[in-house]
Every structure is written in structure tokens, then in C-alpha cells.
């Protein structure tokens, strides 16, 4: 088996909202763009291992997301080295993600455990993880 991981789907109350801060982060990652012009409601960004992330605007959402409630907390990612996590971390705010425990940056997961954590506008968090 390649990738252990198929795809990955979340669902958002307004993808307008947060299109933009995901179609900043996720290349930068390593996953590329792959939106369908005629699914107006929906983007897609696929990785070389052949999983992909789904964002969609569906009219089945009955609720705003909230990582604090059963259910999906969070995404971890991984990032190739230090100096990228740095980059990103340095280009996060402007792009539509806050930082979490900037306090304690890069090691919020522990002394062993190098990462960035973020979330946007509609609490979508995501850990980007020094691999």
C-alpha cells in the first residue's frame, strides 16, 4: 500500500471564508491545487502520494465547525525541515491562519517534537509537523 490515506473531506459553513488561507498553507506543504471549475461549492488540493484534502461548502452543514466538539480537532501535516516551518510560521497571520501556543513555539508538543500549530478564521486547526 503507497499512502494509508485516501483523502481527507472537510466541511465549512463559507468556503469563501477560508479558501484563501487553505490555498496558502496546503501547496506550501506539498499539495497541489486541483479545483474543479464546474463544483462551484467545493476545492480540492491532492498530494504526489495521491491522497487529497476536499474542502466543501455543504448545504448539509448544520453548524459552524468546532474542533472543541466530538469529532475532527485537528490535522497534522507534515513539513520537510525547520527553515520551511519558519517560513510559514513568518507567513501564517497574513494569510488567513493564527498561530496557537506561540509561547512555547516550536516545541508545543513537546521538547521532542517540532511543529506549528495554526487555525483560521473558522477554527480549522492545523499542525504542521517537522517530519
Known sequence: MRNPVHHIELWTHD???VEASFDWLLPRLGWAADHDPSWPQGRVWRHASGAYVTLEESPAVTAPHDRMRAGLNHLALCVEDRPTLDALRAGAAENGWSELFADA????GGPRHTALFVD???GF???IVVA
Open 120 to 122: 483560521n478564521v473558522q
Open 105 to 108: 513555539y516550536p516545541h508545543a
Open 15 to 17: 468556503l469563501a471564508e
Open 125 to 127: 486547526e492545523l499542525e
